[in-house]
T-cell receptor, first 116, second 114 residues
Framework: AQTVTQSQPEMSVQEAETVTLSCTYDTSESDYYLFWYKQPPSRQMILVIRQEAYKQQNATENRFSVNFQKAAKSFSLKISDSQLGDAAMYFCAYRTGGTSYGKLTFGQGTILTVHP | ETGVTQTPRHLVMGMTNKKSLKCEQHLGHNAMYWYKQSAKKPLELMFVYNFKEQTENNSVPSRFSPECPNSSHLFLHLHTLQPEDSALYLC?????????????FGDGTRLSIL
C-alpha cells in the first residue's frame, strides 16, 4: 500500500518570502501522479499543482513549483513571494497510475501561516 | 459556484437517528468520491463510484451506506452512528477516464454525533 508523509505539521513564512513544504511517499509503482492540495479554513480543497511521475521536469504554476525527486520519493512544494491568501492547510497526495480510478492517498497535512 | 455542492453544510444528530448527506456535481464528471476528514488525521477515502458503480469501499462500517443514482448525484446514508464518526465529510468528483485528472471537492458537511 502507498503511504504519504508530511513531516512538518506547521510552517510559517513572512509575506513576500519563500517557503518549502516537504512530502515523501512510499510506493512500488512506477506510474503515478502526485498532487498538492490547499484547504483554506472552512473551505473546499483546491488543487495547487500536480506532477506526473514519468515526467522529469518539475511542474510549475505561477508562484508554486515542486521539487520532484523520484529516486528519493520526495515531492516538496515551494511557494515564492508568499501572500496572505496562501495561508491554509496543504496536503500532499499520491494517486496510482493503474486501474484504480482516482484513488488518492493523502498525507497528514501542513498548516501554513503567513505573517504580514 | 464550486461545481460540487454538498448539503447540508452542518448536521447534528443523535446516535439513533437516520440522516443522509447529499452531493451534486455540475462538471459532467463520471466518478464521485466520499472522504472523511477528522481532526489531526489524513483524509480517508471511503467510497468511489465510477459510472454509478461502486468500485472502492475502504473497509467502511456498514452504518455508512452510499448511494449513487446517477453520475451527478451521490448520497451517504447514515444510521446508528458513533461519536467517533463526528468529522467533516467531503465529496469529490473527477473524470472517470484519463488518469491524472484532478478531483474537485465540495465544501463538505460538518457532522456532529451527540
Amino acid at each position: 500500500a502507498q503511504t504519504v508523509t508530511q513531516s512538518q505539521p506547521e510552517m510559517s513564512v513572512q509575506e513576500a518570502e519563500t517557503v518549502t513544504l516537504s512530502c515523501t511517499y512510499d510506493t512500488s509503482e512506477s506510474d503515478y501522479y502526485l498532487f498538492w492540495y490547499k484547504q483554506p479554513p472552512s473551505r473546499q480543497m483546491i488543487l495547487v499543482i500536480r506532477q506526473e511521475a514519468y515526467k522529469q521536469q518539475n511542474a510549475t504554476e505561477n508562484r508554486f513549483s515542486v521539487n520532484f525527486q523520484k529516486a528519493a520519493k520526495s515531492f516538496s512544494l515551494k511557494i515564492s513571494d508568499s501572500q496572505l491568501g496562501d495561508a491554509a492547510m496543504y496536503f500532499c497526495a499520491y494517486r496510482t497510475g493503474g486501474t484504480s480510478y482516482g484513488k488518492l492517498t493523502f498525507g497528514q497535512g501542513t498548516i501554513l501561516t503567513v505573517h504580514p | 459556484e464550486t461545481g460540487v455542492t454538498q448539503t447540508p453544510r452542518h448536521l447534528v444528530m443523535g446516535m439513533t437517528n437516520k440522516k443522509s448527506l447529499k452531493c451534486e456535481q455540475h462538471l459532467g464528471h463520471n466518478a464521485m468520491y466520499w472522504y472523511k476528514q477528522s481532526a489531526k488525521k489524513p483524509l480517508e477515502l471511503m467510497f468511489v463510484y465510477n459510472f454509478k458503480e461502486q468500485t472502492e469501499n475502504n473497509s467502511v462500517p456498514s452504518r455508512f451506506s452510499p448511494e449513487c443514482p446517477n453520475s451527478s448525484h451521490l448520497f451517504l446514508h447514515l444510521h446508528t452512528l458513533q461519536p467517533e464518526d463526528s468529522a467533516l465529510y467531503l465529496c469529490a468528483s473527477s473524470q472517470a477516464q484519463g488518469i491524472g485528472q484532478p478531483q474537485h471537492f465540495g465544501d463538505g458537511t460538518r457532522l456532529s454525533i451527540l
